[in-house]
């Protein structure tokens, strides 16, 4: 299981930001180490920080990640 629970009160915002990721991961062949995982989230990133230009106080810019409900699937493998 790879899970991740979070809440966050950014100071420049009145509200209270509560971010999850539940899912699984399966590694199909046991002696490698490439897994697929399945999940639940809605923690999303905002922006990229080089977008921002670099002369914006850091009280001004907007939060890094939003809520947004989502399911997927991501895969690690080497070859």
């Known amino acids: 299981m790879r ?3 979070v809440y966050m009160d950014y100071e420049t915002d ?3 930001y ?3 990721r539940y899912g699984f991961s ?3 062949f046991s002696d490698t180490s490439e897994t697929i995982t399945f999940f639940a989230s809605n923690k ?3 922006a990229n920080l080089d977008a921002r230009p670099p002369w914006y106080d850091a009280r001004n810019m907007a ?3 939003n809520e947004v409900d989502f399911i997927g699937a ?3 493998f080497r070859f």
């Open 3 to 5: 899970n991740e629970a």
């Open 14 to 16: 009145d509200s209270k």
């Open 18 to 20: 509560y971010f999850y």
């Open 26 to 28: 399966y590694r199909p």
């Open 44 to 46: 999303v990133i905002n």
């Open 63 to 65: 939060r890094l990640f």
């Open 74 to 76: 991501e895969a690690s």
